[in-house]
């Protein structure tokens, strides 16, 4: 159940963060990749909220069903370019960072495929659905009865 409904208690960071996930769309990252690295850091998070709005949306810009099902089986599958690949090893990363750091490695698999802008916008997008997955799950926002639009 709703604890309580923070888009109406609190509008203003509600808009901005708004704003700040609408960037990534338009930032010049490849295609379906935001949505991607959406959903996974939404799976790891165990954001019902944010993976049905995510699955919905990856639909809509045209990431085949497959690739949306076995996201979270992404290493064991070839589904997924390795340039996508990076992109996900660092969503893991940046995502679970209890370790206190994301490894040399991760990051040497990003820049093969990305240059400096994309992988800070990328990194900014991972930062944006963190957020919203924290603030989602904090005060649990309730899944909607039929699947989430577009932003």
Not at 44 to 65: Q, W
Not at 76 to 86: F, G, N
Not at 104 to 121: G, I
Not at 127 to 149: E, M
């Amino acid at each position: 159940m709703q604890r309580l409904n923070f888009i109406k208690a609190s509008s203003r960071p509600y808009e901005h963060l708004g704003m700040l996930s609408h960037y990534f769309h338009d930032c010049g990252l490849p295609d379906g990749l935001v949505e991607l690295v959406w959903l996974r850091a939404s799976q790891l998070n165990g954001c019902a909220f944010c993976i049905d709005m995510h699955v919905t949306d990856g639909l809509k810009v045209g990431i085949e069903p497959r690739r949306l099902h076995l996201l979270s089986a992404w290493r064991e599958t070839e589904l997924y370019s390795p340039a996508e690949r990076a992109a996900l090893a660092w969503t893991e990363a940046v995502t679970n960072v209890q370790d206190g750091h994301v490894p040399d490695a991760v990051f040497d698999a990003l820049r093969a495929h990305y240059d400096e802008k994309q992988m800070t916008d990328l990194t900014f997008a991972i930062a944006t659905i963190n957020a919203w997955n924290r603030v989602a799950i904090s005060f649990r926002s309730p899944l909607p009865k039929t699947p989430q639009g577009v932003r």
